[in-house]
C-alpha cells in the first residue's frame, strides 16, 4: 500500500532508445510532478500536473512528454534517450498544489543509465 | 547560479557530536522546507516552517527560519548513526507550491 509508487526502479538502455516510467499514487491527491535528480543530488522539477492538467513545464527537451491519463497516474516517456539523462527521476504527488505549506510525496525514485 | 545554497555539501561527524546545516538565499520565500532523503529512497519531509524568525523542534532536530525568510538552518544535537543521509532544504515561493526550489544538499554521514 505504497502512498506514490514508480516502475521500473532501475532502467538500462541504450541512447537513442525510447523509455517509459509509471507513477502511481493513492493517497487522493490532485497535483503530481515529476522532479530529476542528477549525481550531485540537484533535485529540479521537470513537469507538474492538477488534475491531468498540465502547470509547470520547466524547459525540458520537447524529448520527454508526461502523460497523466488520470489525477492518480502520470507517467513520463523519454524518446532518442541520451547519455545526459542518466539520472534519478523521482515521481511526487502533493494535496492540491496551491497552498504554501503542503508537503511532497516522494516515490522511490527509477535511476536510468543511458549506455 | 542556484536560488538555494546549502552548507557544508558534506559532513562526516561521530556519534554524539552536534551539527548545523545553512540554507542560503537571496529571495524570499513563503515557506521552507527541509527533507531528508536515504539511499534508494525519495525525499521525506521533516518540517515546514512558514514565519520569519520560527524555530521548530523534531527531537534532537531544531529548525529556524531566518527573520527575513531567506534563509534557513538545522541543527542536530548528539548525532546519531540514524541520523545519516543527505538532508535538502526546499523553499516556496510565492508563486506557489508547485514551484518548490530544493538547496543543493547536505550529505551527512554519522560514524558509531
Known amino acids: 500500500d505504497t502512498a506514490v509508487s514508480q516502475t521500473p526502479k532501475y532502467l538500462v538502455t541504450q541512447m537513442g532508445n525510447d523509455k517509459s516510467i509509471k507513477c502511481e499514487q493513492n493517497?487522493?491527491?490532485?497535483?503530481m510532478y515529476w522532479y530529476k535528480q542528477d549525481s550531485k543530488k540537484f533535485l529540479k522539477i521537470m513537469f507538474s500536473?492538477?488534475?491531468?492538467?498540465?502547470?509547470i513545464n520547466e524547459t525540458v527537451p520537447n524529448r520527454f512528454s508526461p502523460k497523466s491519463p488520470d489525477k492518480a497516474h502520470l507517467n513520463l516517456h523519454i524518446n532518442s534517450l541520451e547519455l545526459g539523462d542518466s539520472a534519478v527521476y523521482f515521481c511526487?504527488?502533493?494535496?492540491?498544489?496551491?497552498?504554501?505549506?503542503?508537503?511532497?510525496?516522494f516515490g522511490s525514485g527509477t535511476q536510468l543509465s543511458v549506455l | 547560479t542556484q536560488l538555494l545554497e546549502q552548507s557544508p555539501q558534506f559532513l562526516s561527524i561521530q556519534e554524539g557530536e552536534n551539527l548545523t546545516v545553512y540554507c542560503n538565499s537571496s529571495?524570499?520565500?513563503?515557506?521552507l522546507q527541509w527533507y531528508r532523503q536515504e539511499p534508494g529512497e525519495g525525499p521525506v519531509l521533516l518540517v515546514t516552517?512558514?514565519?520569519?524568525?520560527e524555530v521548530k523542534k523534531l527531537k534532537r532536530l531544531t529548525f529556524q527560519f531566518g527573520d527575513a525568510r531567506k534563509d534557513s538552518s538545522l541543527h542536530i544535537t548528539a548525532a546519531q548513526p540514524g541520523d545519516t543521509g543527505l538532508y535538502l532544504c526546499?523553499?516556496?515561493?510565492?508563486?506557489?507550491?508547485?514551484?518548490?526550489?530544493f538547496g543543493t544538499g547536505t550529505r551527512l554521514l554519522v560514524s558509531p
Open positions: 511526487a504527488s502533493s494535496l492540491t498544489g496551491g497552498k504554501t505549506n503542503e508537503k511532497l510525496f
Open positions: 493517497l487522493g491527491h490532485d497535483t
Open positions: 500536473y492538477n488534475n491531468k492538467e498540465l502547470i
Open positions: 529571495s524570499v520565500f513563503s515557506s
Open positions: 516552517v512558514v514565519t520569519g524568525g
Open positions: 526546499a523553499g516556496v515561493r510565492d508563486t506557489g507550491f508547485q514551484k518548490l526550489v
